[in-house]
């Protein structure tokens, strides 16, 4: 059983930056793709962005293109996303989650999931 933890959330001013960090632990037997997630108050869950390893690809949301990276570090088992030019609209609880059927396919189903942290960007 993988569990997930985020950390690195918190309050800043529009035009600052955050990193998050999500760190895995426990036994997977393969990762098909890593992904981050937020949900607004009042809102849906949105993708914000993921990382396909089955057909190596990286995709983003329109609304963070340009200013969210996706990225990981393999050896610390740890998911990041570096969130530059924040923007009032991008306050949300922020969520990591993991697909990780030991398998290649494009579609990612995502079954394991952090419990959130929370982004506040003020004007």
């Known amino acids: 059983q993988v569990h997930l933890v985020e950390s690195g959330g918190g309050s800043v001013q529009a035009g600052g930056s955050l990193r998050l960090s999500c760190v895995a632990s426990?036994?997977?037997?393969?990762?098909?793709?890593l992904g981050w997630f937020r949900q607004a108050p009042g809102g849906e869950l949105e993708e914000v962005a993921k990382?396909?390893?089955?057909?190596?690809?990286?995709d983003y949301a329109d609304s963070v293109k340009g200013r969210f990276t996706i990225s990981r570090d393999k050896a610390k088992s740890t998911l990041y996303l570096q969130m530059n030019s924040l923007k009032p609209e991008d306050t949300a609880m922020y969520f990591c989650?993991?697909?990780?059927?030991?398998?290649?396919?494009?579609?990612?189903?995502?079954?394991?999931w952090g419990q959130g942290t929370q982004v506040n960007v003020s004007s």
């Open positions: 990382m396909n390893f089955g057909i190596t690809s990286t």
């Open positions: 426990g036994t997977s037997y393969g990762t098909n793709c």
């Open positions: 989650a993991a697909d990780h059927r030991p398998i290649a396919t494009p579609r990612c189903e995502f079954g394991v």
